[in-house]
């Protein structure tokens, strides 16, 4: 089974763009998963899509959006980007039951300059 | 705020020895208790996951420990390999409505020497 898919790798974009990331689940989960992994703030729940709906959100500020497609796949959008939005993205995908084992991808370097 | 706190921030440990990294949460709301390992360039991989009706688990040489009155676990590592060397996180999560939403220890950078 392919893992999680996460493009791109690598981003750069400069303060006041938008950036759409890209997430694709392993085959047949139905949920999904972005985390924000970050030095100084360690890894923060963003936001769960699950049947194309949000389930569940973290506490991030409205720039930070998300959407699933009825593939399963998701994207995540990070409009007027600010200095402190570089980390590493990452999309995790899982059967949707509660509490089931979250499958990281590698995740998107987004830097913001 | 829902926290999950970790140490040590980082350890080294022989060949051959115990590694232990303890954490602690506050919420007693949180039900369920995964470590994840992370190797550099890649996402975090489920290692080990607990619920509170039991006070440990083991797989292979990894071990949960869990204290449920004290609101604190742990993860040994018995027989350390330098291929063990890695970020090892512990996180929490609670959800009745549904779904998967973790709270994350800040990490633990485990490096093993021959």
């Known amino acids: 089974k392919a893992g999680v898919t996460q493009t791109p790798r690598y981003l750069i974009k400069t303060r006041g763009q938008q950036v759409t990331l890209s997430c694709s689940p392993i085959?047949?989960?139905?949920?999904v998963s972005w985390y924000q992994q970050t030095p100084g703030q360690g890894l923060q729940f963003l936001f769960e899509y699950f049947s194309e709906t949000q389930r569940n959100k973290g506490n991030f500020p409205g720039r930070f959006s998300g959407r699933q497609f009825s593939n399963s796949r998701s994207e995540m959008n990070v409009s007027t980007l600010e200095l402190g939005d570089s980390a590493l993205y990452l999309c995790?995908?899982?059967?949707?039951?509660?509490?089931?084992?979250?499958?990281f991808g590698n995740g998107t370097r987004l830097t913001v300059t | 705020q829902q926290q999950v706190k970790q140490s040590p921030q980082s350890l080294i440990v022989q060949k051959g020895g115990i590694s232990i990294i303890n954490c602690a949460y506050e919420?007693?709301?949180?039900?369920?208790f995964p470590w994840y390992q992370q190797f550099p360039g890649k996402g975090p991989a489920l290692l080990i996951a607990?619920?509170?009706?039991?006070s440990e688990k083991k797989e292979g040489r990894f071990t949960i420990s869990f204290n449920k009155s004290a609101k604190q676990f742990s993860l040994h590592i018995m027989d350390s390999q330098p291929g063990d060397s890695a970020t090892y996180f512990c996180a929490a999560s609670g959800l009745t409505g549904g779904g998967n939403k973790l709270t994350f220890g800040t990490g633990t950078q485990l490096k093993v020497e021959l």
């Open positions: 995790a995908s899982s059967s949707g039951l509660t509490n089931s084992p979250l499958h």
């Open positions: 919420n007693t709301a949180f039900d369920y």
């Open positions: 607990i619920r509170p009706d039991v």
């Open positions: 085959s047949g989960h139905r949920s």
